[in-house]
């Protein structure tokens, strides 16, 4: 069974502090990984994609991936009231078709 | 650019009629599509995955004769909701995607089945 975990929180932080939100997945051969961000009532919209170890940075946000361990992590600098979102990780198994999603972790920033 | 539309965005329908959603990658050509239903407050649940020109994969405990999925082409795939009832009453999504590369989301269905 592949699973894609996640703490679904909700996790509250100041506005300005850094937001750390962490994904573990079962299946060692996967290969794509990717944040997502949810607003309540809308679709998700793609943040961050991760395909080898290490860290990715872009902007605010930085993907952290270490597949010795299993797990992707995304970091949010500076956080912002507008960051407050449900955060979706997503796997990639095989480098097909098929994606794998998290139950998500809802984030707070509080002004 | 990898934009994903969907029509309608929001319909209400009586009970026992049959509700069609679109969805359409705007600028580029997928492989594969995929159609999630998520309820308020739950995470997002993969209902089938789509591929141009064959029969849609069901996940397990969806009926694939209530959900029809048809796959005309590399950029519309469209969602019928048969013989609709309350309980189908969720959000819809699509999303869109070209082998391992990222999937893009449509905007979503709001269905209300009265």
């Known amino acids: 069974q592949k699973e894609v975990e996640q703490n679904s929180g909700p996790l509250s932080v100041p506005e300005g502090a850094i937001a750390s939100l962490n994904c573990t997945y079962s299946?060692?051969?996967?290969?794509?990984f990717f944040w997502y961000r949810q607003y309540s009532g809308k679709s998700p919209e793609l943040i961050m994609s991760?395909?080898?170890?290490g860290d990715k940075e872009d902007g605010r946000f930085t993907a952290q991936l270490n597949k010795a361990s299993q797990y992707v992590s995304l970091l949010i600098r500076d956080s912002q009231p507008s960051d407050s979102a449900t955060y979706l990780c997503?796997?990639?198994?095989?480098?097909?078709?098929?994606?794998?999603f998290g139950t998500g972790t809802s984030l707070t920033v509080i002004p | 650019g990898a934009v994903v539309s969907q029509h309608p965005s929001r319909v209400i329908c009586k009970s026992g009629t049959s509700v069609k959603i679109e969805c359409r990658s705007l600028?580029?050509?997928?492989?594969?599509m995929f159609w999630y239903r998520q309820f308020p407050k739950k995470s997002l649940m993969l209902m089938a995955t789509?591929?141009?020109?064959?029969?849609?994969?069901?996940e397990q405990g969806v009926e694939k004769d209530k959900f029809l999925i048809n796959h005309a082409s590399l950029t519309l795939s469209t969602l019928t909701v048969t013989s609709a009832h309350p309980e189908d009453s969720s959000f819809y999504i699509c999303?869109?995607?070209?082998?391992?590369?990222?999937?893009?989301f449509g905007p979503g269905t709001r269905l209300l089945v009265l």
């Open positions: 789509s591929n141009e020109g064959s029969k849609a994969t069901y």
């Open positions: 299946d060692r051969g996967s290969q794509s």
């Open positions: 999303s869109a995607g070209v082998l391992r590369e990222t999937q893009y």
């Open positions: 991760i395909y080898s170890n």
């Open positions: 997503a796997v990639n198994w095989d480098g097909g078709n098929q994606f794998y």
């Open positions: 600028d580029f050509q997928a492989t594969t």
